[in-house]
């Protein structure tokens, strides 16, 4: 089955700066990317997510590349704010077949005022 | 637009004890899925199922049961509950064509 990891486990950013989190998947067959966030003690809440046929896809302040040859994929936040602090999960499944979506171990982010 | 409805929120169980995690959605979605997460790791699939009367076992299924006998409904069986049972539950659902899952709002289980 799928394998995703997700690098790093925990990330401070100053306020404004740019935040980066990546994933690699082991499934070359994998074709959908979704990302989530969670803030504390509430649900996971889709953010972005990107197909494989698209290298990359923004939405104001946050963005999703994707190289499929070397099978990662990275959310970059800018201009963060305080309220983007949360736990960030990265996911990858095979589309419209209902296969589960295999999450990363998540980043927790921490945006300091 | 209710979306994905989990009940309870919380609960404490004995060891030994059973209980049913109730979880429910109207997006008419084909796919639903039950999730485990424990403090700090990420998410851990117990069961899904892709359609009334299929259900199929995840990662981390020993433990628990599932039916899935209408589109709407895929409740969570536990049977003799153990402290490693201890974590948050989270039921989700996906649609053929649509957007990715979408989560309730999860159940803390807590067995003592």
């Known amino acids: 089955g799928e394998n995703v990891e997700q690098h790093p486990s925990t990330l401070s950013v100053q306020e404004g700066d740019s935040a980066v989190i990546k994933c690699t998947y082991s499934d070359s067959a994998s074709n959908y990317f979704p990302w989530y966030k969670q803030e504390l003690g509430k649900r996971p809440q889709l953010i972005i997510d990107i197909r494989s046929n698209v290298g990359e896809k923004k939405d104001q302040r946050i963005a999703v590349t994707l190289n499929k040859t070397a099978k990662h994929f990275s959310l970059h936040i800018t201009e963060t704010q305080p309220e983007d602090s949360a736990v960030y999960f990265c996911?990858?499944?095979?589309?419209?077949?209902?296969?589960?979506?295999?999450f990363g171990t998540g980043t927790s982010l921490t945006v300091i005022p | 637009n209710a979306g994905v409805t989990q009940t309870p929120k919380f609960r404490i169980l004995k060891i030994g004890q059973s209980m049913t995690l109730q979880c429910t959605q109207d997006m008419n979605h084909n796919y639903m899925y039950w999730y485990r997460q424990d403090p700090g790791m990420g998410l851990k699939l117990i069961y899904y199922s892709v359609g009334a009367g299929i259900t199929d076992k995840g990662e981390v299924p020993n433990g628990y049961n599932v039916s899935r006998s209408t589109t709407e409904d895929f409740p969570l069986r536990l049977e003799l509950a153990a402290p490693s049972q201890t974590s948050v539950y989270f039921c989700a659902s996906s649609g053929t064509g649509g957007p990715s899952a979408f989560f309730g709002q999860g159940t803390r289980l807590t067995v003592v």
């Open positions: 996911a990858a499944t095979l589309r419209n077949t209902g296969n589960q979506f295999y």
